[in-house]
């Protein structure tokens, strides 16, 4: 036998529709359950002996740290694999890379440039494989966010939630997800900046777009935004921070939305840019709690996977 045989069946995680939505919402409550033990001190050993390997082509604090603290929390461990050090920096193929990891490792996450480089890599894994952000994709987000918006807000299914700026990763997988959820998702980007075409028009009974930030944040639950040029696209930052500059997350958006509605980054933020400093400081940001649940939905992700 020439290697592992279990492809076909193996679960990844590269796309938020890579789960059924009771699935999804499963990890969610299973990360409220991880999280409630951690405050309470209990540990769990669901992963001992198992090894995840990390692949960062791009900067991380958050996705690195959860991802590596979670598997050692539930007694296993995690390598990571940067291309600098390894040979992936030389030229050696992705797939022969995941054929390599698929024979050492039991689960593998990847941060790439190209959302394709990490389809390639699951085309030939033996061991799930986890999108930890492209430049189309950033499912492992949405887990945490969605956790936040239940724990703070309740069901997320019939809200209304509003993405502020580009029509990036991050906006392509709030689009998948207010599908997934059934919670309807309004836009307000620059047209230039719009989110994927194809991807719109699946979820088009869930998602609305429109030019004007006030006009999506009316009512809303939540406000949501990101960067103004994320990473890969520092040469375009000019261009992007002037076509962007009318949709900075401000107090005065929270005049128009629901009362109780939050404001969610997946961080790291720019103060003055996508947001003003009153807003991710102030008392609607739940920012920090967004970042540490990170943590515990992608603990409940890998034991998802790996169990
Ligand atoms: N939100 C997020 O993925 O953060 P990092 O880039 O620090 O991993
Ligand atoms: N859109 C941002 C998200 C960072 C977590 C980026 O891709 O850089």
Redesign the pocket.
């Known amino acids: 036998m020439n290697g592992i045989t279990r492809t076909s069946t193996t679960r990844h995680f590269i796309d938020e529709t890579d789960l059924s939505a009771d699935e999804f919402r499963q990890i969610i409550s299973a990360a409220i359950e991880l999280k409630r033990e951690r405050a309470q001190g209990v540990t769990r050993d669901s992963l001992h002996n198992k090894t995840l390997a990390m692949i960062f082509e791009k900067?991380?604090?958050?996705?690195?740290t959860s991802f590596e603290s979670g598997m050692v929390q539930l007694g296993g461990h995690a390598i990571n694999l940067s291309p600098a050090d390894s040979q992936l920096g030389r030229g050696e193929p992705i797939a022969d890379t995941s054929r390599v990891l698929s024979e050492m490792v039991d689960a593998a996450m990847l941060r790439t440039h190209s959302h394709a480089t990490i389809e390639e890599f699951a085309s030939v894994s033996g061991i799930p494989v986890i999108n930890g952000?492209s430049d189309r994709l950033?499912p492992c987000?949405l887990l945490a966010d969605m956790q936040t918006f239940i724990e703070v807000r309740g069901d997320v299914k019939g809200a209304r939630l509003a993405w502020v700026g580009a029509g990036n990763n991050m906006c392509n997988s709030y689009i998948n997800t207010a599908k997934l959820l059934d919670f309807t998702l309004t836009i307000a980007c620059p047209p230039e900046l719009a989110p994927d075409q194809t991807l719109l028009t699946e979820c088009a009974a869930h998602v609305e777009v429109c030019d004007d930030a006030e006009t999506a944040c009316r009512d809303a639950d939540a406000i949501v935004t990101d960067v103004w040029a994320s990473m890969g696209e520092e040469q375009n930052s000019a261009q992007l921070h002037s076509l962007l500059s009318p949709f900075q997350v401000c107090q005065a958006l929270f005049d128009v939305a629901s009362s109780d509605a939050i404001f969610m980054h997946?961080?790291?933020a720019h103060r003055g840019e996508e947001v003003t400093g009153d807003v991710i400081d102030g008392p609607r940001s739940v920012v920090w709690q967004e970042?540490g649940n990170?943590l515990h939905a992608q603990k409940a992700l890998l034991e998802f996977l790996l169990l």
Request: proline fraction near 7%; glycine fraction near 0%; charged fraction near 20%.
């Open positions: 900067a991380s604090t958050r996705t690195r952000l950033h987000q997946c961080l790291p970042a990170r």
